[in-house]
């Protein structure tokens, strides 16, 4: 009796669990912004199937031309993947909103487990140090500024290239 009711039970929650997620995911798609056109993916495996294993770049020209559109979208199982098309598409989204679009990726080593979050080099541009960071870089590593290390960079190098002249 008390093994019939657990497996019951266990079911009873193993089917609301699975509808549960159902439900919260296909919730979750319609709350996306529209994407660009997109063939028919299939269900789990999404578009790997109308993509060849080499010169991929002729379907995505295929696709630009029977959706008429410059962007275009694929999926590859969970991967969302958008592709631009055209020059003029790259050039719009990518030059004239980089600020929204580029950001630097997480370096997880460097800035979680040695502690380095707002390190130099590795700040995000989202940050506000990042414009003061970047004009004080630049101030010392412009062309200009590179000229005038010639001499410090030739003194330098004298003792290891005699070193290694020795030989």
Known sequence: MFSLLSTATSLYVSLFGGSALCVYFFLHASWQLPLPP???PKFLSGNVHQLPRSEVWKVFKQWSETFNSPITFHRIFARKFIVLNTLK??????????????????SWMYMELINRKLAVL????????????????HTGLNPRAVERYNGILSRSCRPSSSCIGRR
């Open 38 to 40: 997109d063939p028919r």
């Open 89 to 106: 598409a790259a050039n719009d989204l990518l030059e004239s909103h980089s600020n929204v679009y580029s950001n630097r990726p997480v």
């Open 122 to 137: 590795n700040i995000s541009s989202q940050n506000l140090r990042f414009k003061v960071y970047r004009r004080l870089i």
